[in-house]
């Protein structure tokens, strides 16, 4: 069982940078591969960023690439979403989320969800 917490969330203007974090419980986070989704209001959940268990690999969705940046430390049980030259288009509710694999970018493939932290970007 993984339990995971997201912060770091909050009311930008367009342009600014937060930086959102995703604190694990549990031995085993190591194992997994963690990954960051999004979700605006009246649409699907998206894919944004994932990282392998040792952190060697990430992957990055074309509408943020160049922007944000994912890492975690194994150490401390994290994951860390760097979020640079924020767009309204950004705003949503960002979730981490924890699965088997290396790279996975697929929603359905992550077994533990966090509640999720709420970013809004204002023009």
């Not at 342009?15 to 999004?38: H, I, K, P, V």
């Not at 944004?48 to 268990?53: K, L, Q, W």
């Not at 401390?76 to 640079?84: D, G, H, R």
Request: glycine share 12%; hydrophobic share 35%; net charge positive.
């Amino acid at each position: 069982q993984v339990q995971l917490v997201e912060s770091g969330g909050g009311l930008v203007q367009a342009g600014d940078s937060l930086r959102l974090s995703c604190a694990a419980s549990g031995r085993t986070f190591s194992s997994y591969a963690m990954g960051w989704f999004r979700q605006a209001p009246g649409k699907e959940r998206e894919f944004v960023a994932t990282i392998s268990p040792s952190g060697g690999s990430t992957y990055v969705a074309d509408s943020v690439r160049g922007r944000f940046t994912i890492s975690r430390d194994n150490a401390k049980n994290t994951v860390n979403l760097q979020m640079n030259s924020l767009k309204p288009e950004d705003t949503a509710v960002y979730y981490c989320a924890a699965g088997r694999g290396h790279i996975v970018i697929t929603g359905p493939r992550y077994e533990y969800w966090g509640q999720g932290t709420q970013v809004t970007v204002s023009s």
